[in-house]
Structures are given as structure tokens and as C-alpha cells.
């Protein structure tokens, strides 16, 4: 979790030099939609601690859940894919199997 940034950001790509805060590449990896699976207020359902909903981008598809990990201090969220037409059930056997090749 990061604060809010500017809007004018929406696009940025590019380099930050060191020293300066958030230094490093920055690429925007996917860009899409959201639509909540639960509840109508996703700024509520983060401050509860769990926002469930659909990614509609051109790389995550499909159900999700972003939880706060309790004991973990303020920062620590963990993405849970949904099981749904986009997820791949045996996906640890697949990467296994990979890796034996």
C-alpha cells in the first residue's frame, strides 16, 4: 500500500534517479478496469481490510481478493487469485513439471 499519487502519474514511465524517493525504473505493466464483487464502496471495504473484485485488464482477468495481512503492520496486502474462467487450478504442477524439463 502507497500513498495517493497525483493523477498526472496515471502514465508515467521512466526512470527515478537515486536519492530521490520511489527511486528506480517504473513501467506500467497492465492497465484495465475493476468492478467490486462485494459490497458498492471500495474506499470502506480497504479500510475493513478486504476488497473483493473483478481485474479487467489486459493481463490480470478475472476474480480477486486484496486482504491485509493482520500482525504485519500497515503495509503488508496479499492478492488472492479467485477461482473463475481465468484462473489455472494446477499451476504449481505446471510450473514443477517445467522446471524438471
Same mark, same amino acid.
Not at 502519474?9 to 520511489?22: A, L, V
Not at 467490486?36 to 474506499?43: R, T
Not at 503495509?75 to 524439463?101: C, F, M, P, V
Given at each position: ?7 498526472? #502519474?496515471? $502514465? ?5 534517479? /537515486?536519492?530521490? #524517493?520511489?527511486?528506480? /525504473?517504473?513501467?506500467?505493466?497492465? /492497465?484495465?478496469? #475493476? ?5 458498492? $464502496?471500495?474506499?470502506?471495504? =480497504? ?6 473484485? &473483478? @481485474? *479487467?485488464? %489486459?493481463? @490480470?482477468? +478475472?476474480?480477486?481478493? @486484496?486482504?491485509?495481512?493482520?500482525? &504485519?503492520?500497515?503495509?503488508?496486502? @496479499?492478492?488472492?487469485?479467485? &477461482?473463475?474462467? #481465468?484462473? !489455472? +487450478?494446477?499451476? *504449481?504442477? !505446471? !510450473?514443477? =513439471?517445467? %522446471?524438471?524439463?
Amino acid at each position: 500500500m502507497v500513498e495517493d499519487h497525483p493523477a498526472e #502519474y496515471f $502514465d508515467f514511465e521512466g526512470i527515478i534517479p /537515486t536519492g530521490h #524517493y520511489g527511486a528506480g /525504473t517504473v513501467i506500467i505493466w497492465d /492497465t484495465g478496469n #475493476y468492478s467490486l464483487l462485494e459490497g458498492d $464502496d471500495p474506499v470502506s471495504a =480497504l479500510e475493513a481490510g478486504k476488497i473483493v473484485l &473483478r @481485474l *479487467h485488464g %489486459k493481463i @490480470l482477468k +478475472g476474480a480477486f481478493s @486484496l486482504v491485509k495481512m493482520k500482525g &504485519r503492520g500497515e503495509k503488508n496486502w @496479499l492478492l488472492i487469485k479467485g &477461482r473463475d474462467e #481465468y484462473s !489455472q +487450478g494446477n499451476w *504449481h504442477l !505446471q !510450473q514443477a =513439471l517445467t %522446471k524438471e524439463k
